[in-house]
């Protein structure tokens, strides 16, 4: 069960604003919860101070697992389990392994990407979306404070911070 959550939000207009409050914003000790925006904003992630995404160790993983599931299973298969000698060659002849080997390797780094994706996002089939402002979709950028993680700073003085950064709203916002 999810804790109550309470929200200070900004709107602003214009990306490089945003760009410039968010930077003002983080100077000034405030931990930015998340940025929305109708559009990807070039520099934002760095900006808010992301590290480069580990999905693509997982996709080498799992790349990794379907190599090795198609060349241990075409061994067993042709080699072990029902050995035939096909056109006169050998019982493993590996150049063969390499089409089956390689549709295996993109099927699961793929599925894989797309399943660790899902989870670390919590993008759950059930799961509610959190819309903090409907016109994120349209063409204003939100920039959503957690009141509970800036709890040494108090919520006028993080509405004034936004403010004084270029928002043209600021705006409290619950969820249950």
């Known amino acids: 069960m999810e804790r109550d959550t309470h929200f200070i939000l900004g709107v ?6 945003l760009l410039h409050a968010v930077t003002e ?22 900006a808010l ?5 580990r999905l693509p160790i997982a996709a080498f993983l799992f790349g990794l697992l379907g190599t090795s599931l198609a060349i241990t299973m075409q061994v067993y298969m042709l080699g072990i389990d029902w050995p035939m000698i096909i056109g006169g060659k050998n019982y493993l002849a590996y150049p063969d392994f390499v089409p089956v080997s390689f549709e295996l390797t993109v099927l699961l780094a793929a599925f894989g990407m797309v399943g660790v994706f899902m989870v670390s996002s919590n993008l759950k089939p059930w799961a509610l979306p959190r819309i903090f402002d409907a016109r994120s979709t349209d063409d204003k950028h939100i920039m959503a404070i957690d009141i509970a993680n800036n709890s040494a700073l108090e919520q006028e003085k993080i509405k004034e911070i936004l403010k004084s950064s270029g928002a043209t ?8």
């Open 49 to 53: 101070g992301y590290r480069r995404s």
């Open 169 to 176: 709203e600021v705006n409290n916002k619950s969820f249950e």
């Open 25 to 46: 914003v983080r100077n000034s000790g405030v931990k930015i919860h998340e940025v929305y925006s109708p559009y990807p904003v070039h520099g934002l992630e760095h």
């Open 12 to 17: 602003y207009d214009d990306e490089d604003v």
